[in-house]
């Protein structure tokens, strides 16, 4: 009889004492009654948005807990049967336990990769930003290619997604874009595409059909709504207006209703033009704008605590992270996992499950 998939399993549940995140379900318990409490507290609701923010994470967790007690005890009633074939052969039942054992350890991994979003943000929805780098209109092409990989494999995650500002290239693809990605955990899995991205392929755009190396960046904060706790003072900002534009720099809109903040003491700029109404433009960059400075904030006190540590590394954020080579040969590689794969369409097709999972592994590997 074939029950190694249960056995690794309960194998790996003896682990979960020593596992970080989800796995420590008295404390999520604890946190589920903390959360009842607060949400049935009616001077809660006089903030709507933080209520509608506790309510969520407090049905987030019953359900996360409530898988969990699913699993072991579906785990409990798939070994009282092992147990029973260990009495008594029966060739129906080995192949029923040996089906449900394969199941259960699927469903257990699945649980175990969600229980290393342990990040402080991994819970938020997202904030994509997309560059074009060096390599002119290849690189423009490239940065749209990305938005496009992007925006499908939010969607594969029942993600929504919402851009927020898109400048068009000269000639094709895109100069930048932002976009909002709203669910649960959306930033503790598009994290990972924080960095610079590479492409080798024949130029489209080449008469000569040349061989053109592109590059792009992708800049991916947490969206924090309103909850973000970051005070600007008014004489660090300065707010620009303009009109909208669409592809190739062509005005689409009448009035000055798109909106760039500037935070001066650190030169981080935003600009937002989907809305019509420049009010709403310039609270979404507002809103964006205490995301980065949030995150900012958060990243200064990690590198303080390497370096008490210790543990010191070279700041990644930014630095080439993933190859795509259309020719001579097709391949993708992740420089930081190792991970490769030859199926370069499926990957720009949205299809980052492997290399998300891959890569929140590998943190998780890494914060150790």
Same mark, same amino acid.
């Given at each position: 009889?074939?029950?190694?998939?249960?056995?690794?399993y309960t194998?790996?549940?003896?682990k979960?004492?020593?596992?970080?995140g989800?796995f420590?379900?008295?404390?999520?318990? +604890?946190?589920i009654? #903390?959360?009842?409490? !607060?949400?049935q507290?009616?001077? %809660?609701?006089?903030? &709507?948005e933080?209520? $509608? =923010?506790?309510?969520?994470?407090?049905?987030?967790?019953?359900?996360? +807990?409530?898988?969990? #007690?699913?699993?072991? !005890?579906?785990?409990?009633?798939? %070994?009282?049967?092992? &147990?029973e074939?260990? $009495? =008594?052969?029966?060739?129906?039942?080995?192949?029923?336990?040996?089906?449900?054992a394969?199941?259960?350890?699927a469903?257990?991994?699945k649980?175990?990769?969600?229980?290393?979003l342990?990040?402080?943000?991994? =819970?938020?929805?997202?904030?994509?930003s997309?560059?074009a780098?060096?390599?002119?209109?290849?690189?423009?092409?490239?940065?749209?290619?990305?938005?496009r990989?992007?925006?499908?494999?939010?969607?594969?995650?029942?993600?929504?997604?919402?851009?927020?500002?898109?400048?068009?290239?000269?000639?094709?693809?895109?100069?930048?874009?932002?976009?909002?990605?709203?669910?649960?955990?959306?930033?503790g899995?598009?994290?990972?595409?924080?960095?610079?991205h590479?492409?080798v392929?024949?130029s489209?755009?080449?008469?000569?059909?040349?061989?053109?190396?592109s590059?792009?960046l992708?800049?991916?904060?947490?969206?924090?709504?309103?909850?973000?706790d970051i005070?600007?003072?008014?004489?660090d900002?300065?707010?620009?207006?303009?009109?909208?534009?669409?592809?190739?720099?062509?005005?689409?809109?009448?009035?000055?209703s798109?909106?760039?903040?500037?935070?001066?003491?650190?030169g981080?700029?935003?600009?937002?033009?989907?809305?019509r109404?420049?009010?709403?433009?310039?609270?979404?960059?507002?809103?964006?704008?205490?995301s980065?400075?949030?995150?900012?904030?958060?990243?200064?006190?990690?590198?303080?605590?390497?370096?008490?540590?210790?543990?010191?590394?070279?700041?990644e954020?930014g630095?080439?992270?993933?190859?795509?080579?259309?020719?001579?040969?097709?391949?993708?590689?992740?420089?930081r996992?190792?991970?490769?794969?030859?199926?370069?369409?499926?990957?720009?097709?949205?299809?980052?499950?492997?290399?998300a999972?891959?890569?929140?592994?590998?943190l998780?590997t890494?914060?150790?």
């Open positions: 009889m074939c029950t190694r998939p249960l056995h690794n194998s790996s549940r003896k979960f004492p020593k596992q970080r989800c420590d379900l008295a404390k999520k318990r +604890v946190r009654s #903390e959360l009842e409490s !607060a949400v507290d009616p001077g %809660l609701w006089q903030n &709507r933080r209520g $509608r =923010e506790l309510s969520t994470q407090l049905a987030a967790l019953e359900g996360e +807990v409530g898988q969990w #007690e699913g699993l072991a !005890a579906d785990v409990a009633a798939t %070994l009282e049967l092992t &147990r074939l260990e $009495r =008594e052969r029966d060739s129906e039942l080995e192949a029923e336990v040996a089906k449900k394969k199941e259960l350890l469903q257990f991994k649980l175990e990769l969600g229980a290393f342990t990040g402080i943000f991994d =819970e938020r929805g997202a904030i994509v997309i560059s780098g060096a390599g002119g209109t290849d690189a423009q092409d490239w940065a749209e290619m990305l938005l990989m992007l925006i499908r494999f939010c969607e594969r995650r029942g993600f929504k997604v919402a851009i927020v500002d898109q400048q068009g290239g000269q000639e094709a693809g895109i100069k930048s874009a932002t976009f909002e990605v709203a669910g649960r955990y959306a930033y899995w598009l994290k990972g595409e924080a960095g610079v590479r492409l392929r024949i489209p755009f080449d008469a000569e059909a040349m061989r053109h190396t590059f792009a992708i800049d991916i904060i947490p969206d924090l709504g309103d909850l973000s005070e600007i003072k008014d004489e900002i300065r707010v620009d207006v303009f009109r909208a534009s669409g592809h190739g720099g062509q005005s689409v809109n009448t009035t000055d798109a909106v760039r903040v500037v935070h001066i003491p650190t981080i700029t935003v600009s937002v033009q989907n809305e109404s420049q009010q709403q433009n310039k609270a979404t960059a507002f809103k964006i704008l205490k980065r400075l949030s995150l900012r904030q958060s990243q200064e006190r990690e590198r303080e605590e390497r370096k008490i540590r210790g543990s010191v590394k070279s700041a954020w630095s080439q992270i993933r190859s795509y080579v259309l020719h001579p040969y097709k391949l993708v590689k992740d420089h996992t190792g991970l490769e794969t030859s199926g370069v369409d499926a990957v720009l097709s949205g299809e980052l499950d492997e290399f999972e891959s890569y929140v592994r590998w998780a890494e914060k150790r």
